[in-house]
């Protein structure tokens, strides 16, 4: 929002300066030529702060259509929070929620932007990014339909893989984040216990009760 206001803030410099050459200023007899400096100056920032807003807009459309593919065509929308929404939002301290009645996804901040720096080299993914990744199938899984978070997660591990890939990540490394995902942060869950442990069953495995028996499962044999 602070960058809406900047850029039109700008954008209104620039207008004032090119009006100032056209018309006369109160005051002046003569419109007063273009300083162009200064008017390079104003639109160039004008556009730079419009870039944030404009790249977030366009990521969260690309989420909201790529969730709304995982959760069967449920549609969701996706809306990457800023510091100030996530402050003032219910579940702060969660890295998003979903509503599964109307479809919204709230990622909070900073998770957005851990995702696009994992969509941007996934192949050196750290644990921060595949988290992220996995967040975002979790939410579109709660959007899919179910409120469970243990079944909810066990559905997403299963899908990262295919999420990976409708991100655009290439197939090997989509696979290898999806998996790595799975035996790293999934399986020390159950260790960790406390809040983690309702995001984990050992049901959640290959053959296990709650195999999905995908196709393109995470852990499907290629
Ligand atoms: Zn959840």
Redesign the pocket.
Known sequence: MLWVLASLFFSWCAFREIRGSIVARPGFDAPTPVTKPYLALVLSLAVTSAWPPLHTWHFQRLLSAKATELADNHPAEVHCNTLFDTTHAPEML?A???NPDSGEIGIQHPWCGTLMSYLRHPERADERELQSLDMFT??S??VRGERN?AV??CQAVQRNYRAAKLLGVPDATARQNALDYYNGFYQQRAKIGGMQSA?YSDQCAPGKAWDEHLSDSTWAIP
């Open positions: 969660a998003g929620h979903a979790h939410e899984m709660h978070e909810t997660e995001y």
